[in-house]
């Protein structure tokens, strides 16, 4: 007979919302939430000891796709609010998810610090190289050159390169994927959840409407 103490195994569907993500089709935030549905049911996370925090973005609309807790915080701030959950319960498991505006940008301090720091947080970046949510305007990872609507001449600055800032901040786990293929993704995800520390994952994920340089192709 089951007591209370066992918990069910759960299967990737069973973190699943009733509500779906409502990205554009063909969104590659897609295949990074499907990823997480699958890491979640391979490590066995339990919804009410798992605790999602992001931004502002489209991508950073993820806490609501996907049955755990969740903080969809301020834009930039989802590191801030992610390392005070942790330091309040050190059981939780807690993953900031987001985009390059929201992570490299406005954010780009408080990810610096939470490397230095080495809070144990899982660090999902959903990276397309441009705004989305605000209908594509450049971010510090679009390429140089790239035109937008408000840069229809190209961009004129350089590209950030997150993966360079990780190593030099101190990250000890710095992992890039794409979320055309999942079970790298997946690989990446567990690896990164496990690690006891910081852990970033920069994942390309296309944005159709507004880059249309870093595509699927
Ligand atoms: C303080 C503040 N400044 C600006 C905005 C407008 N804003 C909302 S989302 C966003 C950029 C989002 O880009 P990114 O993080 O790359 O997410 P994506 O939509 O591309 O997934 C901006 C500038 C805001 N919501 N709050
Ligand atoms: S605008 Fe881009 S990032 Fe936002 S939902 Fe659509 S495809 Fe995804
Ligand atoms: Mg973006």
Not at 41 to 65: D, K, M, R, Y
Not at 73 to 84: E, F, I
């Amino acid at each position: 007979m089951a007591t209370v103490t066992e918990l069910k195994k759960l299967e990737a569907k069973d973190y699943k919302p009733e509500i779906p993500p409502d990205w554009c089709p063909g969104c590659g935030d897609f295949g990074v939430l499907n990823a997480l549905f699958q890491a979640c049911a391979e490590l066995e996370l339990q919804p009410h000891e798992t605790v999602i925090v992001s931004g502002i973005g489209c991508s950073s609309n993820l806490p609501g796709f996907i049955r755990a807790y969740g903080v969809h915080s301020l834009h930039g701030r989802a590191l801030a609010v992610a390392t005070g959950v942790k330091l309040a319960n050190h059981a939780l498991t807690v993953i900031a998810t987001g985009g390059d505006g929201d992570g490299y940008g406005i954010g780009l301090n408080h990810f610096i610090q939470a490397m230095r720091r080495n809070i144990n947080v899982t660090y999902i970046v959903m990276n397309n190289e441009v705004y989305g949510l605000t209908t594509g305007q450049v971010s510090p990872t679009s390429e140089t050159g790239m035109k937008t609507k408000t840069s229809p001449l190209g961009n004129l600055e350089g590209m950030l390169n997150p993966m360079a800032l990780a190593l030099a901040s101190g990250c000890g786990y710095i992992a890039r994927g794409y979320s055309g293929q999942p079970k790298h993704l997946l690989k990446l995800y567990e690896d990164g959840i496990q690690y006891p520390g910081f852990a970033l994952i920069d994942v390309f994920s296309p944005c159709l409407p507004f880059n249309k340089q870093n595509t699927y192709q």
